[in-house]
């Protein structure tokens, strides 16, 4: 069961462009939504992330959009460049208190930007 | 600060051997947690150790065990290896509770032959 389901698979843009890349989620349980970024051969990196209380968030380049209601959140890479040419992970996760939490990762979207 | 720091970087088996894979945590993190990230496919979580501890486990066989040592190092053994093992193992460390400030390792690159 994929319980964060990210779109597109792949995605190509000239730089300065407007990159955009969609999750969406099930379980209502999930209370923070992290971005991260992977290199080929590095582990993934921290982007940015949200919490369900506020709408967007924006940290330079990046804006994170999310809809409570629809369930749904997306990333926004502003004035693309090359050196942003990356993979991309949405992830959800639900915290039961202590260090009991997991990060659900959606299948990922590789970005590529021309120059 | 090394960050996390995994060994080996890669590592070849065969079907049905037995692997080891270890990993160090962030300087001052004592959770540690396993993903296995398959070729074209996002992360997915093994399991999570706090206090010596296993305190979550994703949706893997008993073939997946693992280990945390008393200065928060942790060790992924899979036994029984299969094709479908073959994968990017990776290690991520925090603080008690402090989801937001997960660093991830480089992995460990595992094929099975």
């Known amino acids: 069961q994929q319980q964060v389901k990210q779109s597109p698979q792949s995605l190509i843009v000239q730089k300065g462009g407007i990159s955009i890349i969609n999750c969406a989620y099930e379980n209502t349980a999930f209370d923070y939504f992290p971005w991260y970024q992977q290199f080929p051969g590095k582990g993934p990196a921290l982007l940015i992330a949200i919490r369900p209380d506020v709408s967007e968030k924006k940290e330079g380049r990046f804006t994170i959009s999310f809809n409570k209601s629809a369930k749904q959140f997306s990333l926004h890479i502003m004035d693309s460049q090359p050196g942003d040419s990356a993979t991309y992970f949405c992830?959800?996760?639900?915290?039961?208190?202590?260090?009991?939490?997991?990060?659900?990762f959606g299948k990922g979207t590789l970005l590529t930007v021309n120059p | 600060d090394a960050g996390v720091t995994q060994s080996p970087t890669h590592l070849i088996k065969t079907r049905g051997q037995q692997v080891t894979l270890r990993c160090s945590p962030k300087s001052g993190h004592d959770t540690v947690s396993w993903y296995q990230q398959a070729l074209g496919q996002g992360p997915q979580f093994i399991f999570q150790?706090?206090?010596?501890?296993?305190?979550q486990r994703g949706n893997f066989p008993d073939r997946f065990s693992g280990h945390q040592f008393p200065n928060y190092s942790s060790e992924l053994n899979v036994n029984a290896l299969l094709l479908g093992d073959s994968a990017l193992y990776l290690c991520?460390?925090?603080?008690?509770?402090?989801?937001?400030?997960?660093?991830f390792g480089s992995g460990t690159q595992l094929s099975v032959l």
């Open positions: 992830a959800a996760s639900s915290y039961s208190g202590g260090s009991n939490y997991k990060l659900t």
């Open positions: 150790y706090y206090e010596e501890e296993e305190r």
């Open positions: 991520a460390s925090s603080l008690t509770g402090a989801r937001e400030k997960l660093f």
